[in-house]
């Protein structure tokens, strides 16, 4: 199976540029659909987006989650798929989680669709 961990968070400035990277182990990430989630303090964890293995790897977001504000794409080379948040904002301060899918869906949106989950607690995010 595989393992995830996520890295590149912190306390950032609101508006500063945010990378955030999963990286996977023990498997090829090339195989499993990679999602993205988030948990702010005192909500439920919410989808953001996530990019599949299908056509031409692309990615598919939350509807509540406009395409400017987070841009995902993955290096399946580098086995990572990346968040990246060109301008961040107080309320994205949250915990962020990566997600692997092996079914390989086209587009899960829900936590239970994914059956591997990176630790999230180590990567979060505040601005």
């Known amino acids: 199976q595989v393992q995830l961990v996520e890295s590149g968070g912190g306390l950032v400035q609101a508006g500063e540029f945010l990378r955030l990277s999963c990286t996977a182990s023990?498997?090829?990430?090339?195989?499993?659909?990679m999602g993205w989630f988030r948990q702010a303090p005192g909500k439920e964890r919410e989808f953001i987006g996530g990019s599949n293995t299908l056509g031409k790897l692309s990615t598919f977001y939350a509807d509540s989650m406009k395409e400017d504000r987070f841009i995902i794409f993955r290096r399946n080379d580098k086995n990572q798929v990346y968040l990246e948040m060109p301008s961040p904002q107080p309320e994205d301060t949250a915990v962020y989680y990566c997600?692997?899918?092996?079914?390989?869906?086209?587009?899960?949106?829900?936590?239970?669709?994914?059956?591997?989950w990176g630790k999230g607690p180590q990567d979060s995010v505040s601005s």
């Open positions: 997600a692997a899918d092996e079914s390989g869906g086209r587009g899960p949106r829900n936590g239970v669709d994914y059956e591997y």
């Open positions: 023990g498997r090829a990430l090339s195989i499993y659909t």
